[in-house]
């Protein structure tokens, strides 16, 4: 990895703006990874991060898997991300949301904003009040657009059932155990779509009263979400957020797969080894991962409609199952095999 700047997780990034508006009290990072492929796209994150360091890795880390990302989902774009540092009380104004809006405008159209952790279809409305480089808008119709998680969740959901495939040989999840970490909106949707297949349930989330109407919606089980890596389980689904796989974490799972839509889940580079090392097959995140940015990016490149974003997500698996292939051939781990593919495409191979 290239740090010229002296950060860890300073990947050569060709840009990073540090956004302040003291009249709404808005403070945002823009990090622009790649426009080596397109305008750098990527959601914008709301959270309360423990300091202005955390904020930082989380752009860097997150705008780099979205050059991957896009690159290895073959869209037309680049790589971005932005966060906004909530306050302890996670106060989001329509001034401040709007107040980023005119940020991201003033980039041009280089950065391309959508939905990512705590930021709402609604939100994506008042940044279009601002600016049109925005997707993540509702659609009437039949047209593509609005929330990108349902999307984000059928590509999981069909990359777990490739994974069973491959390390179970099964061809559905029926009577099959899944963990999810999260009842967000990439975990319900992967939950709803398992619980249609058969599939037995554990969720775990932070907050309990998500975990719990998660669960009762789909018949599933709420599980302390300091256990739920550890289950004995045929897939351990991450959906909430990153570097949650460790030496630590990994030394205990239990589970034979790990395929989920969190980003950035390896904590290190040696974490993919460790999996690797146990035997244990991993689903690259970002490739997992990439069904809303599929939408997102034929909402707003205007190149196709529902149909083209099925068949999109649905050439995920395909994707995959070349990572697992060539990781079987190279004895690299998957994750590895995933990078070199993507900096391959981004023209940093
Ligand atoms: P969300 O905010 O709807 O849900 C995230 C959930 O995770 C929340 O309910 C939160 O309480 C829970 N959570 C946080 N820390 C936790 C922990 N330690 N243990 C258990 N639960 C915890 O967000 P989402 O849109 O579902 O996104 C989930 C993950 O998927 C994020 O990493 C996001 O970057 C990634 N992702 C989302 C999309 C998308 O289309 N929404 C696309 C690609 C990747």
Redesign the pocket.
Known sequence: MNTPWGYPDFDAHEALHFVTDEATGLRAIIAMHSTHLGPAAGGTRFWHYADDADALTDALRLSRGMSYKNAMAGLPLGGGKAVILADGNRTKTDAMVAAFGKAIDRLGGNYVTA????MSVKDMMTIAGQTKYVAGLPVEGGAVGGD??PH?SLGVFLGIKAAVKRALGKDSLSGLHLAL???????GGVARHAAAEGARLSI????AT?AAALAAETGGTVVD?TDILGLEADVVSP????AILTEETIAALKAPIVAG???NQLKTQEDGRRLQARGILYAPDYVI?AG?IINVSTEYVRDGGPELVRQRIEAIPARLENIWAESAASGRDPAAVADAMAQQLIGRG
Do not use: F, K, Y
């Open positions: 939905e990512d952790v705590g990108p998680g984000t970490q999260g009842a967000g909106s990439v975990a775990a989330d932070v907050d998500r979400p959906c909430a957020l990153g839509g969190a980003n991962n809303g």
